[in-house]
């Protein structure tokens, strides 16, 4: 430990500093893994966006392009767990450099590729090193803020993937108008070496970073602290903590890849709207979907700033949010294109406002050593759940032509969700990893 961290752990022995005082460079913290998750949501989504054209270019049909998603989602799964315990050892810093470098590539990679076969390996690098961006995102929010202030925390990067999902369509349709299919991997992917040189510069351990005041700190530090430890992964299969947050994934993950992969299909096949003109109505739905990113988590924020337990603030929001998908069932019997859009907008932010409160529980119910493990067991589960409903939606387009099954689907889970947790975790009880 250097100087200047000793210095600061002696300035604070003193009384708790007021919040107000404490300093904000931790929000600054929070806005690079924004970036960071806008960025890793640009590059999947590009697939999604170019499928049509693809589709046509290369010969696909929808069997063809659900195994694409699935490749990606089995790589994801493996990733999820690999790519966490690398997070854990090599620390959040570092592992999340690698990560963001491995995946630009990959997703460069697809402008390379002309053949299916070419496109299922590009897709499985892109999947298995994507892996990295929610282990690192959560790891570093458990290291920068105190309890009250991750879900909120989680709420504002996790709104990345809204950003990133309503970008993409601009840039892409952009590119490809200009200069093709191709260059838009090109551009997307090269994208990540810019967040990359702003991480290194910017990210350090709050113990350990010039910016970060003694206040400041010892207000991130004040939740009890936690005796360090290393952990192996499956130390934690045998918790019931870690089964209600990888089920909650397992059950809910695959309705925001549907989500992810196939809006810009529906939207075509039922809106009319090719490639130049998805930007619009695609980024007024993740505008709304990041609202909702952000007011899930403010939601159990507040509960617990009013003095609500963890167990009731978070278990409250995650019902709340399960009620505001439901609407999005009725989507196909909605015909104005802006109806269609604010019921999409709707879904896709109580998704998000669901998310935000399942991604804090690893950290309410975990030491921070085996945070990024959890959420790497529960990103696993997400994205095999994700990769059998790709295969049901893409069996499901080419037979019946119709999304009526999956969007029934897509607004009923999260109460399933929400019943598993808490028969899990009925208290949202600490994990005792030394049993």
């Known amino acids: 430990m250097d100087s200047s961290s000793v210095s600061k752990q002696t300035t604070l022995s003193g009384p708790e500093a007021q919040p107000a005082r404490a300093g904000y460079f931790r929000w600054i913290i929070c806005t690079l893994l924004l970036l960071g998750t806008t960025k890793n949501y640009m590059d999947r989504q590009v697939l999604g966006v170019l499928k049509v054209t693809l589709q046509h270019d290369l010969g696909w049909n929808e069997?063809?392009?659900?195994?694409?998603?699935?490749?990606f989602q089995f790589a994801y799964a493996a990733g999820m767990v690999l790519i966490g315990r690398l997070i854990d050892r090599l620390g959040t810093r570092i592992g999340y450099a690698f990560a963001v470098v491995a995946w630009s590539l990959a997703s460069m990679a697809h402008g390379?590729?002309?053949?299916?076969s070419g496109f299922f390996v590009a897709r499985f690098a892109l999947g298995f090193t994507e892996a990295g961006v929610f282990p690192a995102s959560i790891k570093a929010t458990a290291e920068w803020f105190p309890k009250k202030e991750r879900a909120l925390a989680t709420g504002i990067f996790n709104a990345g993937t809204n950003v990133g999902a309503a970008l993409a369509p601009l840039v892409i349709s952009f590119v490809f108008v200009r200069w093709g299919w191709r260059a838009s991997f090109f551009v997307i992917g090269g994208l990540g070496f810019v967040w990359l040189i702003l991480w290194l510069l910017i990210y350090r351990k709050?113990?350990?970073?010039?910016?970060?005041?003694?206040?400041?700190?010892?207000?991130?530090?004040?939740?009890?602290?936690?005796?360090?430890?290393?952990?192996?992964?499956?130390?934690?299969?045998p918790h019931r903590q870690t089964w209600a947050f990888a089920l909650g994934k397992f059950i809910t993950d695959p309705v925001w890849w549907f989500y992810l992969f196939w809006i810009p299909d529906f939207l075509e096949r039922t809106q009319g709207l090719d490639i130049?003109?998805?930007?619009?109505?695609?980024l007024i739905i993740y505008v709304i979907a990041d609202t909702g990113s952000v007011a899930g988590g403010w939601l159990s924020s507040a509960l617990l700033h009013r003095g609500w337990d963890t167990n009731a603030a978070r278990k409250t929001a995650l019902l709340v949010c399960a009620c505001a998908v439901v609407p999005v069932v009725f989507v196909l019997k909605v015909h104005s294109m802006w109806g269609v859009i604010l019921l999409l907008g709707l879904a896709t932010a109580a998704h998000q406002g669901f998310s935000a409160n399942l991604f804090t529980l690893?950290?309410?119910m975990f030491p921070?050593?085996?945070i990024a493990s959890v959420v790497g067991i529960g990103g696993m589960l997400g994205a095999?759940?994700?990769m059998f409903f790709a295969k049901m939606i893409g069996y499901l387009l080419q037979v019946t032509h119709s999304y009526a099954i999956p969007f029934a689907i897509a607004g009923s889970v999260y109460?399933?969700?929400v019943a598993v947790i808490h028969l899990l975790v009925p208290k949202l009880e600490p994990a005792r990893l030394d049993v």
């Open 384 to 386: 095999i759940g994700g």
């Open 63 to 71: 069997i063809d392009y659900s195994n694409l998603v699935a490749v």
């Open 368 to 370: 921070s050593k085996a």
């Open 112 to 116: 390379m590729m002309s053949t299916l």
């Open 206 to 237: 709050p113990e350990e970073h010039p910016h970060c005041s003694p206040a400041e700190l010892k207000y991130i530090r004040s939740d009890v602290i936690e005796p360090p430890a290393k952990m192996r992964w499956h130390r934690l299969l």
């Open 415 to 417: 109460f399933i969700a």
């Open 276 to 282: 130049t003109h998805l930007g619009m109505p695609i």
């Open 362 to 364: 690893p950290s309410d």
